[in-house]
């Protein structure tokens, strides 16, 4: 399968920008997601960028893509506690009606008051 | 607000046991999945289904088998439950489209003993 790469843990203070990075290698993926993970729960969408954008604002969350480097990454300005959690970026694959999501080892991110 | 229902929170099963895990989705969407989570290998694709009757293997569907018999179902199976089958499993689906936005569940975690 498809490999989508992240760093396991990253620890930021309270009030800091956090950015979590992640690679992918499918170049034929149409869109490309960020979900957040909290304890205990499963996963829910934070964003997405479609392949031919190479940014996306929404609030506090800013998605860039490097198509060329197959580099994806999500920025949180003004970090609080509450986005303690995993951070997992995921990409298409597969054909049209059969796609399903091949998803990175998700990155921990460990808010400090 | 789509809801993804997994039937078991915690399920503690022995080995050669026949495990199902059950899945419902309450938004009548065509595709359904189901995922492992391990620590440091993030969410691994098992099976996956794109409409009833339907399935298609992911990246780890040896020990597995699915039934989707009904459209807001999706069962997975471990024919014989071994111990490196100790994992969370996660559900979710999503409609049909050329963007693929999951609803997860919370999980199932399976212990086998």
């Known amino acids: 399968g498809e490999d989508v790469e992240q760093s396991l843990f990253l620890s930021v203070r309270e009030g800091d920008s956090s950015v979590i990075n992640c690679t992918y290698t499918?170049?034929?993926?149409?869109?490309l997601y960020w979900y957040k993970q909290e304890p205990g729960a499963g996963l829910q969408l934070l964003t997405y960028?479609?392949?031919?954008?190479d940014m996306k604002q929404d609030q506090r969350l800013t998605v860039l893509l490097n198509k060329k480097d197959k580099h994806l990454s999500l920025r949180i300005a003004d970090t609080q506690t509450g986005d303690s959690a995993i951070y997992f970026c995921?990409?298409?694959?597969?054909?049209?009606?059969?796609?399903?999501?091949?998803f990175g080892s998700g990155t921990r991110l460990q808010v400090q008051p | 607000d789509v809801k993804v229902t997994q039937s078991s929170r915690y399920l503690v099963k022995r080995t050669g046991e026949k495990v199902f895990l059950e899945c419902v989705q309450d938004m009548d969407h065509e595709n359904m999945f189901w995922y492992r989570q391990d620590p440091g290998l993030g969410l691994r694709l098992i099976y996956f289904s794109y409409d009833v009757k339907m399935k298609e293997k992911g990246d780890i569907p040896e020990g597995y088998s699915v039934s989707r018999e009904k459209k807001e179902r999706f069962s997975l199976i471990l024919e014989s439950a071994s111990t490196n089958q100790t994992s969370m499993y996660l559900c979710?689906?999503?409609?049909?489209?050329?963007?693929?936005?999951?609803?997860f569940g919370n999980g199932t975690r399976l212990t086998v003993t």
């Open positions: 995921a990409e298409s694959i597969g054909d049209t009606g059969r796609r399903a999501l091949t």
């Open positions: 960028i479609f392949s031919n954008m």
């Open positions: 979710a689906s999503s409609e049909t489209g050329t963007g693929l936005s999951l609803h």
């Open positions: 499918d170049s034929s993926s149409t869109y």
